[in-house]
Structure formats: structure tokens, C-alpha cells
């Protein structure tokens, strides 16, 4: 089985700061891919970086950027010059080579304050 | 741009009642699947759907739960017989390849109420 954990349930931050969400998971799979979702307010959800495991460089999008540390399992996304449309659920999510599921972690709220 | 769309938004039904939620998938997707959220918990999977059978489930997909695909658009979850703890929100999503490698798309989710 694997398991996405994220310990931040709310945060918050300044618009035009950085931001770090943390995630961390648990499987048994050798290869595995790892995302961040983001939900806006009565939105879809959408992809925001996706992760392969058996990839050492971290990957970035524009001003998301991840730091992936596969021996600590930990999957944190760093969010660069916040916009307030960056507001949103965030979701971690992981899923094994051959899986057809994602298995997602509860969520960290965050908000930009203008 | 293509989105998944889901109808209706907010469903409200008695116990015991079946229920169908609807999801039309981008065009050209191959790969379906539905999740769902109960308040405050993880989104949890439930079925993926691919080449007109079910390629996996989880446990809670069980006998009271049925996917198809009766046309070319459309992709349904049916509950069969709705219980309290059904109440959740569930979210339909597609992709064009495997989950790993290509972006599943959500759609923005029915919530169901089971009373």
C-alpha cells in the first residue's frame, strides 16, 4: 500500500513571497511517479508538476519547483513570487509504475494575502 | 481548452435509491476514472476504465458500484443502493495515456447527499 501525507492542513503567505507546501510519502514500488495538484476555489483540479522518481533533478514549472528527497521519501513544492491566483487546495499525489490510481494526500489550504 | 464536464453538481437522494453520476471525458481520452472525497478526508480512488473494461478498483468499489461507458461520450459511476457514508464528493477524471506520464484531468466534482 502507499500513503501521502501532508502535515500542513492551512498556510498562508504574502503575495509576491515564496512559499514551501510539504508532502511526504510512503511505497514499495522502485518506480513511482510523484504530482501537486492544485483545486481553486470551485475549480477543477489541475496538474501543476509532476515528479519521476528514478530522476534526481528536481523538477520546475515557471515558479513551482519541487525538492525531491527519495532516501527521506519528502516531495515538497515551492511556490515563487505568489500571485493571489495561486490561492487554492494543493494536493500531493503518488502512483506506481503499472498503477492506474493516484493516491493523493489530504491537502493543504493556502492563501495569498495581497 | 477541453475540460471534463460532470452533471449534475449537487445531488441529493434518499437512502437506499440508486444513483447515476455523469461525466463526459475529454475526446479524445482512452483512460477514465473516478475518485471521490468524503468532507475532510483524502480523495480516494475508486475505478480507472480503459479499452471498455475496468483496468482496477480499489475496496470501496464494491458490488454497489458500477462504471460504464454507453456511448461514445459519456462515463458513469452507478450506486446502486445509497448509503449515508456514500455522501461524498466524487470527481470524474481522463487522460489521454497511462496516469504516470500524462495529466489526468479532473472535472469539478458532483456532490452527492445521501439523507
Known amino acids: 500500500a502507499q500513503t501521502v501525507t501532508q502535515s500542513q492542513p492551512e498556510m498562508s503567505v504574502q503575495e509576491a513571497e515564496t512559499v514551501t507546501l510539504s508532502c511526504t510519502y510512503d511505497t514499495s514500488e522502485s518506480n513511482y511517479y510523484l504530482f501537486w495538484y492544485k483545486q481553486p476555489p470551485s475549480r477543477q483540479m489541475i496538474l501543476v508538476i509532476r515528479q519521476e522518481a528514478y530522476k534526481q533533478q528536481n523538477a520546475t514549472e515557471n515558479r513551482f519547483s519541487v525538492n525531491f528527497q527519495k532516501a527521506a521519501k519528502s516531495f515538497s513544492l515551492k511556490i515563487s513570487d505568489s500571485q493571489l491566483g495561486d490561492t487554492a487546495m494543493y494536493f500531493c499525489a503518488l502512483t506506481g509504475a503499472g498503477s492506474y490510481q493516484l493516491t493523493f494526500g489530504k491537502g493543504t489550504k493556502l492563501s495569498v494575502i495581497p | 481548452e477541453p475540460e471534463v464536464t460532470q452533471t449534475p453538481s449537487h445531488q441529493v437522494t434518499q437512502m437506499g435509491q440508486e444513483v447515476i453520476l455523469r461525466c463526459v471525458p475529454i475526446s479524445n481520452h482512452l483512460y477514465f476514472y473516478w475518485y471521490r472525497q468524503i468532507l475532510g478526508q483524502k480523495v480516494e480512488f475508486l475505478v480507472s476504465?480503459?479499452?471498455?473494461?475496468?483496468?482496477?478498483k480499489s475496496e470501496i468499489f464494491d458490488d454497489q458500484f458500477s462504471v460504464e461507458r454507453p456511448d461514445g461520450s459519456n462515463f458513469t459511476l452507478k450506486i446502486r443502493s445509497t448509503k449515508l457514508e456514500d455522501s461524498a464528493m466524487y470527481f470524474c477524471a481522463s487522460s489521454d495515456g497511462w496516469v504516470g506520464t500524462t495529466e489526468a484531468f479532473f472535472g469539478q466534482g458532483t456532490r452527492l447527499t445521501v439523507v
Open positions: 476504465f480503459y479499452n471498455n473494461e475496468i483496468s482496477e
